[in-house]
């Protein structure tokens, strides 16, 4: 009797972008090459496995309320690189100012060193300073200059950008801290406690700018002028505590004083350390 051998033959099919019955769609086909530059360095953190550097820090973030609203209009594509450019580059300008003591020209004299670390977060800016050479009268100068941003953007470049741009942020928020950072990949980036209490004053709603008590001894070297725009309020801070003291503008405090909503938080203390219940 003569035998059948019977060869099963199994054909496969080549990878297509529609994908099989029950598989998801391929969208694209990629060659090794490609894929292995897909990896952690396309974050430029540098080497993170280097031991973290340890700094002494003053943090501020700044926020722009309604950036997000802002985004979702029409024609976005075109408002926000034209909002982007011309905030930014004010923002700088600003901050440069800001730290010059003496113009002479051909030299800028500044009463504390440009910020060691910027970046920009998607609607704000964070800055660091090391503290190594500021004394406690330059760090506070520190929030001087930056309250001032803050009531020059509200006074002077929103009404500006308002006249070309539709519906742009109207605040920008800050909320400062100081303490430790840790620098990652050779300080390509950094964290820190100090970076996330910074960001959680700066959404500290309906407060424009905060900063805490802790490392800011606003009374002792904060001009008069300014120590007059703000009071103490002792509030809940997420991560920190739930009656930390935190310095926020005065103006601010009397208006939710004046709206019936003092219970919110019912112990402040002004500028002059009297402490008062809503």
Not at 23 to 37: G, K, N, Y
Request: glycine fraction near 8%; aromatic fraction near 10%.
């Amino acid at each position: 009797m003569k035998k059948v051998v019977i060869r099963r033959v199994v054909r496969r099919r080549p990878y297509t972008l529609s994908g099989g019955e029950g598989q998801p769609r391929i969208s694209r086909l990629v060659d090794q090459e490609t894929a292995s530059r897909f990896n952690p360095s396309l974050l430029n953190l540098g080497d993170t496995s280097q031991p973290c550097e340890e700094r002494d820090a003053v943090t501020a973030v700044f926020d722009l309320t309604g950036f997000t609203s802002f985004c979702n209009q029409v024609d976005a594509h075109l408002a926000i690189p034209r909002f982007l450019s011309e905030f930014l580059a004010w923002f700088f300008d600003n901050l440069k100012t800001g730290l010059t003591a003496k113009d002479t020209g051909k030299h800028l004299a500044l009463w504390a060193d440009f910020p060691a670390f910027l970046k920009f977060m998607g609607d704000g800016v964070l800055i660091i300073w090391y503290t190594d050479h500021l004394d406690e009268r330059r760090i506070c100068r520190i929030i001087a200059m930056l309250y001032d941003i803050c009531a020059r953007y509200q006074q002077e470049f929103y009404p500006r950008i308002s006249q070309t741009i539709h519906n742009p942020p109207a605040v920008l928020r800050c909320g400062l801290a100081r303490g430790k950072v840790f620098g990652i990949g050779g300080g390509k980036d950094f964290v820190g406690h100090c970076i996330n209490n910074a960001t959680r004053l700066s959404h500290l709603k309906p407060f424009s700018f905060c900063f805490p008590q802790r490392g800011f001894p606003v009374k002792e070297h904060l001009t008069a002028d300014y120590l007059s725009l703000f009071t103490l309020v002792h509030i809940p801070v997420r991560g920190v505590g739930n009656e930390e003291p935190v310095w926020v503008l005065r103006k601010e405090m009397e208006k939710l004083s004046s709206k019936g909503n003092s219970s919110v938080f019912p112990q402040v203390t002004s500028a002059t350390g009297n402490r008062s219940r809503g």
